[in-house]
């Protein structure tokens, strides 16, 4: 298990502390003159009190100590046990400069050398009796304490100088020059938001910047053409000379006119070589001062991926002991800096894996000593920078996935057929897991089998974040999801390619690789185009149709493909060409054009065009449907469009009439029976539903008994039974499977959302 560090946090509390030791400060100030201020009374005591509990959170002990004892004053003052007297206010100032000391000396020997005692004595004395009770400047101030802990002689010399009771901080201190001493600060503090309007003032200088680039070679393609010109006019200018050796009086005349365009072409070839020199050399300068203002423009959003990852020791600990497993977590790559919106996005997905991690890939301490592997399971989450990419991985020594469990879950969902889970390869059928809706698990809990999180990791890692996914899996060693993240969400890498005319831009992170391969390379199998690479069967979808556009595709012996691999398929799409790759700014659409289908957003490029980028996930489906991978998916929707019917088995009127309010308001049709009978008598009679809810305690029949009838009648077996009970033993809960329920809800956890949400992904 891995250690809390408070230390790395100080950095955090001494920030923080900034702003409420600067409000104490003025407080102090405004209360002698405003005693019975209420409101700020209120104010300070709710800033000795974070100063209190943070400084104790980090280990900061007689800061704590010494806020505290604040804290003790102002609520007596509060309450009106003492008014706030204004000789209360040295005692103050001398506490809050006590806190600046020992917060910026931290972990130093100036601050343990520091003796509080008497300063916390005096402030007792105050909380409990309301008066300061002597000299407050007694104590020695923070600033004179030497590393031994005695004032040096200097600052003996000069408190002879000094009035009793200054109470300066040491950025207020007056030395003895006359001058203010100021004291720099390492960092400020601004909003976020600052921030984000920074960098997207920065991508349109980027965007402009590239538009530079742009004219640069339009510059060096003017300079050729007046090469050209001159090249033609020298020739020309040869041509005349001959006419004018053979007659004299043929261009009698035109010499001087001859001699200015001479020289003109020649000076504006001049000019413009040099003017183009000197606008290229202006632009590379610019660019780099560019993409230096671009790197430290996002490096003001990075934060380290500690972050995130320092929540995790907790939650997997306290996973191990829901799931009565004995897990350690192993974080490495702490350090790693990623940009804060998209340590924001990535959070959900971490969760969703370390959750199943621990549930279904760590066996549980009996399997794992049985299986000859130490008792304690290991996960390990690691962050690391390759390129301009975030790779994070979350690694367990568990049982591994299964890919014939897989295929087998997804046959019994209706996601594919026996014949089209077979034709699966293994790493195919792996990637199943981050299916909408999908789960190997043959019953719903409250905690597993909903088919909801690996689903979510997808829809955040690829769809959001314009990442990819990847998992690796060895049965019986355990499973490797790596997530590799843009390090920022403005500007990524793409490959332009050209469709019907108009360029289209595909992230380079979702590519695998590009071909120019001769068209007799192209196979056919069952109807569909492919290719063979590295003994792979890819298939073939030509972009534009996917993106209803028309091809411009050249018919020379010649093909474009990208080839893209997505959640363990690799699909190739057609081109009509590859217009080169470049680094691009992307733009949302906006919440009017929130989703539209196969693009992500646009970019602009270097000529004002608006470059649509296009969305791999979409793709990727689109063209799976297209070429007829999804259609038993399809199929299944067609049949099960229509009204829905529930049966709800239920003894308890009052649980009976709530649920069945439920499914009314959502729009189902229902239909009740008292006990499990009951309904299995309305069932058998021809009752058609959709779903069976049963309560487990009923009398006649209960639920464990009806679930059974019905999955061992041929008509009724493909009926989900969702069964809502109190019992929550494992044992109970391990009946339930054996009778063959498809869902398990425990009455203690029951919400609208879970029930209907279950219900839905059953009839899917």
């Given at each position: 298990?891995?250690?809390?560090?408070?230390?790395?946090?100080?950095?955090?509390?001494?920030?923080?502390?900034?702003?409420?030791?600067?409000?104490?400060?003025?407080?102090?100030?405004?209360?002698?003159?405003?005693?019975?201020?209420?409101?700020?009374?209120?104010?300070?005591?709710?800033?000795?009190?974070?100063?209190?509990g943070s400084s104790r959170m980090v280990g900061l002990i007689e800061i704590s100590d010494v806020a505290h004892r604040l804290e003790d004053i102002m609520v007596k003052v509060r309450d009106k046990e003492y008014a706030y007297e204004p000789e209360f206010s040295d005692l103050f100032f001398r506490a809050l400069d006590a806190i600046v000391f020992l917060a910026d000396h931290a972990g130093k020997p100036e601050a343990e050398a520091y003796d509080v005692s008497g300063l916390q004595a005096q402030l007792t004395a105050l909380a409990a009796t309301g008066e300061t009770g002597g000299d407050v400047a007694s104590a020695a101030s923070p600033e004179e304490v030497s590393p031994d802990g005695a004032l040096s002689e200097?600052?003996?010399?000069?408190?002879?100088?000094?009035?009793?009771?200054?109470?300066?901080?040491?950025?207020?201190?007056?030395?003895?020059?006359?001058?203010?001493?100021?004291?720099?600060?390492?960092?400020?503090?601004?909003?976020?938001?600052?921030?984000?309007?920074?960098?997207?003032?920065?991508?349109?200088?980027?965007?402009?910047?590239?538009?530079?680039?742009?004219?640069?070679?339009?510059?060096?393609?003017?300079?050729?053409?007046?090469?050209?010109?001159?090249?033609?006019?020298?020739?020309?200018?040869?041509?005349?000379?001959?006419?004018?050796?053979e007659d004299q009086s043929i261009l009698a005349g035109m010499a001087p006119e001859i001699a200015a365009v001479d020289d003109g072409v020649a000076a504006l070839k001049r000019s413009l070589a040099s003017f183009s020199k000197s606008y290229v050399e202006d632009v590379s300068r610019t660019t780099a001062v560019v993409s230096e203002l671009q790197e430290h423009g996002m490096s003001l959003r990075m934060l380290p991926v500690a972050t995130v990852f320092n929540a995790f020791p907790r939650a997997v600990r306290d996973l191990g002991k829901q799931y009565k497993k004995d897990v350690a977590l192993v974080l490495e790559g702490v350090d790693t800096e990623l940009d804060k919106k998209v340590l924001e996005e990535i959070n959900d997905p971490l969760v969703h894996i370390m959750r199943n991690a621990v549930d279904h890939g760590l066996e549980t301490v009996e399997e794992r000593r049985s299986a000859g592997k130490p008792t304690q399971g290991t996960i390990r989450l690691a962050a690391r920078q390759e390129g301009d990419h975030i790779v994070i991985e979350i690694s367990d020594d568990g049982a591994g996935i299964d890919p014939d469990k897989v295929r087998a879950a997804a046959v019994r969902k209706g996601y594919l057929t026996e014949s089209e889970a077979k034709s699966l390869s293994d790493r195919e059928a792996v990637y199943l897991i981050f299916e909408a809706g999908f789960s190997t698990s043959a019953i719903i809990t409250e905690i597993s089998g909903r088919g909801v999180g690996m689903d979510v990791v997808r829809e955040f890692i690829v769809d959001k974040l314009k990442g990819s996914l990847d998992v690796q899996t060895q049965m019986g060693k355990g499973t490797t999801f790596r997530l590799t993240i843009p390090l920022t969400l403005a500007i990524i890498r793409a490959l332009m390619l050209r469709v019907?005319?108009?360029?289209?831009?595909?992230?380079?992170?979702?590519?695998?690789?590009?071909?120019?391969?001769?068209?007799?390379?192209?196979?056919?199998?069952?109807?569909?185009?492919?290719?063979?690479?590295?003994?792979?069967?890819?298939?073939?979808?030509?972009?534009?149709?996917?993106?209803?556009?028309?091809?411009?595709?050249?018919?020379?012996?010649?093909?474009?493909?990208?080839?893209?691999?997505?959640?363990?398929?690799?699909?190739?799409?057609?081109?009509?060409?590859?217009?080169?790759?470049?680094?691009?700014?992307?733009?949302?659409?906006?919440?009017?054009?929130?989703?539209?289908?196969?693009?992500?957003?646009?970019?602009?490029?270097?000529?004002?065009e608006v470059v649509p980028i296009l969305n791999v996930p979409d793709l990727t489906q689109n063209a799976r449907m297209l070429s007829g991978a999804l259609r038993a998916r399809e199929k299944v929707a067609v049949e099960r469009e229509g009204p829905r019917k529930v049966l709800i088995c239920e003894d308890s009127f009052t649980t009976r009439e709530l649920e069945r309010s439920i499914f009314e308001a959502a729009g189902y049709d229902v239909d009740v029976a008292m006990d499990g009978a009951m309904g299995l008598d309305k069932l058998r009679s021809g009752l058609m539903v959709d779903a069976v809810v049963t309560d487990v305690q009923m009398p006649n029949m209960d639920g464990f008994e009806l679930t059974r009838k019905i999955k061992g009648d041929p008509a009724l077996k493909d009926i989900p039974v969702i069964i809502v009970t109190s019992l929550e033993r494992d044992e109970e809960k391990a009946e339930g499977v054996e009778a063959g329920a498809d869902a398990y809800i425990t009455k203690s956890v029951f919400n609208q959302d879970t029930l209907l949400d279950t219900v839905e992904r059953l009839m899917r």
């Open positions: 298990m891995v250690e809390f560090d408070r230390s790395a946090f100080v950095a955090k509390f001494q920030e923080e502390a900034q702003d409420l030791l600067q409000r104490l400060n003025e407080g102090v100030i405004t209360l002698e003159s405003d005693p019975g201020n209420r409101e700020l009374i209120d104010q300070m005591l709710r800033d000795a009190h974070t100063l209190k200097d600052d003996a010399a000069h408190d002879e100088l000094t009035p009793a009771g200054d109470t300066l901080s040491e950025p207020q201190r007056v030395e003895r020059e006359g001058e203010i001493k100021s004291k720099q600060q390492a960092t400020i503090r601004i909003r976020t938001q600052q921030v984000d309007t920074l960098l997207n003032l920065v991508s349109e200088v980027v965007i402009s910047q590239i538009k530079a680039e742009q004219r640069s070679h339009q510059m060096r393609a003017y300079v050729n053409e007046a090469t050209d010109v001159w090249q033609h006019w020298v020739r020309l200018k040869s041509g005349l000379a001959a006419i004018q050796m019907g005319g108009q360029v289209f831009a595909m992230p380079t992170a979702s590519i695998e690789e590009t071909l120019r391969i001769d068209r007799g390379e192209v196979l056919k199998v069952e109807g569909r185009e492919v290719i063979r690479r590295q003994r792979r069967t890819i298939p073939l979808v030509r972009l534009a149709d996917i993106l209803r556009v028309p091809s411009d595709e050249e018919t020379g012996s010649k093909m474009a493909i990208a080839v893209i691999g997505f959640s363990g398929h690799r699909i190739g799409f057609i081109v009509d060409a590859f217009a080169g790759e470049q680094q691009i700014v992307i733009k949302n659409l906006g919440s009017h054009l929130k989703k539209v289908d196969n693009v992500a957003g646009v970019t602009i490029l270097g000529a004002g």
